[in-house]
């Protein structure tokens, strides 16, 4: 069960990353590179303190893991179709300074599982503009189909965090579930 949970939460998420880097290089998805590259730090940070906590495993935190994939593909899908200009706003400034601190933290406490904790807290907030727009919005700009795909990943890599008992890996996941159960009912009534 663990692993087949595994390789479906991961081959969920592959394939939408896929599908994201696909349509940004065809023209389709016009994402700032600003944003994912914002997204990217605390990504990049939430897997390294969770890797150095006492408890890792990729199965244990496939979503982190397939986070930092998808992540790390999108971004350089972007660098190679020459949509890499840099113009942080002051949300992403903020952001940004945030990830900084809580590598400060880590590095000075060697508190690995508080400095995860900080950076689910980093990634939430993360969220808050496009909840924002989706709460404002006349119609929908985002893609329902894609944002389901992205919750059943989320939720089935919940089942191998919760056979595991890697409460890190849990937080992860069911921060994703919480998140994007939010945006897809926003989505949904508009």
């Not at 849990?170 to 009912?185: G, P």
Request: with cysteine; net charge positive.
């Amino acid at each position: 069960m663990r692993k087949i949970t595994v390789f479906l939460a991961a081959g969920l998420m592959l394939f939408v990353g896929l599908r994201c880097s696909w349509l940004t290089s065809c023209g389709v998805i016009h994402s700032v590179f600003a944003t994912w590259l914002l997204f990217f730090v605390p990504v990049v940070l939430s897997f390294l303190t969770y890797w150095s906590s006492p408890k890792h495993s990729i199965g244990g935190n496939i979503a982190n893991a397939t986070d930092l994939v998808i992540v790390t593909m999108i971004l350089l899908t972007m660098v190679c179709s020459g949509n890499s200009q840099l113009h942080f706003n002051r949300f992403e400034v903020v952001c940004f300074i945030m990830s900084a601190a809580v590598i400060v933290f880590w590095r000075v406490t060697k508190r690995s599982v508080a400095a995860n904790f900080a950076t689910q807290v980093i990634l939430t907030i993360r969220y808050m503009p496009m909840l924002y727009h989706l709460w404002h919005a006349k119609s929908n700009s985002e893609s329902v189909s894609t944002w389901c795909l992205v919750w059943i990943s989320a939720v089935v890599a919940t089942i191998p965090a919760i056979i595991d008992k890697d409460r890190v890996g849990i937080i992860y996941a069911l921060r994703a579930v919480a998140l994007v159960s939010i945006a897809l009912l926003l989505m949904l009534r508009i």
